[in-house]
């Protein structure tokens, strides 16, 4: 079975300018979680989406946003970049609710410039 | 908020056990998780345990949980050159992914021949 698939791997923007990441989960998994990685902050929850709604939202400034399709398939947008936004975008699938397992995509690093 | 506290860094030899310590705050996490990164990497799920459970044993793998003092601990067995990575703990609350999960800063394992 595939795993949680994410794209791009990689990505160079400009600030100011907005970027959308994509995220497959492994097939048959509904919710769909977004994480960012820092050296200095960590591993921190931006939000969860299952059933094409957004469930839970991490502790982030609006400019982040996120939806999901029918197909459990998800997008992140980050509007109006800003030159701290180079972290390492990571996401999450698990099976539904009531399910403890949740498995990670290589993620997509951006880098602001 | 809830806090995750591990050490950074833990050395060890090739062929003796590691023990990768973590300790929480929030005494209603009730899944507790760990995850392992390799250079470039997203996550890979190790294991994890409830919290009504003391002990989880997956091969080269032990889970300790004592909730008392809200500590858990991972036990590599016979750690080879390929378990060197970044060690991270997690916990959570409810399943299924709603509520995001909460990291600790990660443990770097560095293996000595």
């Known amino acids: 079975k595939a795993g949680v698939t994410q794209t791009p791997r990689y990505l160079i923007k400009t600030r100011g300018q907005q970027v959308t990441l994509s995220c497959s989960p492994i097939s048959g998994h509904r919710s769909v979680s977004w994480y960012q990685q820092t050296p200095g902050q960590g591993l921190q929850f931006l939000f969860e989406?299952?059933?094409?709604?957004?469930?839970n939202k991490g502790n982030f400034p609006g400019r982040f946003s996120g939806r999901q399709f029918s197909n459990s398939r998800s997008e992140m947008n980050v509007s109006t970049l800003e030159l701290g936004d180079s972290p390492l975008y990571l996401c999450?699938?698990?099976?539904?609710?009531?399910?403890?397992?949740?498995?990670f995509g290589p993620g997509t690093r951006l880098t602001v410039t | 908020g809830e806090d995750v506290e591990q050490s950074l860094f833990l050395s060890v030899r090739e062929g003796d056990s590691s023990v990768i310590n973590c300790t929480y705050t929030d005494s209603s996490s009730t899944y507790l998780y760990w995850y392992k990164q390799e250079p470039g990497a997203g996550l890979q799920l190790l294991t994890y345990i409830f919290s009504n459970m003391d002990m989880k044993q997956d091969q080269r793998l032990t889970v300790l949980l004592n909730k008392k003092d809200k500590h858990l601990s991972l036990r590599i067995a016979d750690t080879q050159t390929g378990d060197s990575a970044i060690y991270f703990c997690a916990e959570t609350s409810s399943g299924g992914g709603a509520d995001g999960l909460t990291f600790g800063k990660g443990t770097h394992l560095i293996i000595q021949p």
């Open positions: 999450a699938s698990t099976r539904d609710t009531g399910s403890y397992e949740q498995y």
């Open positions: 989406y299952f059933s094409e709604t957004q469930r």
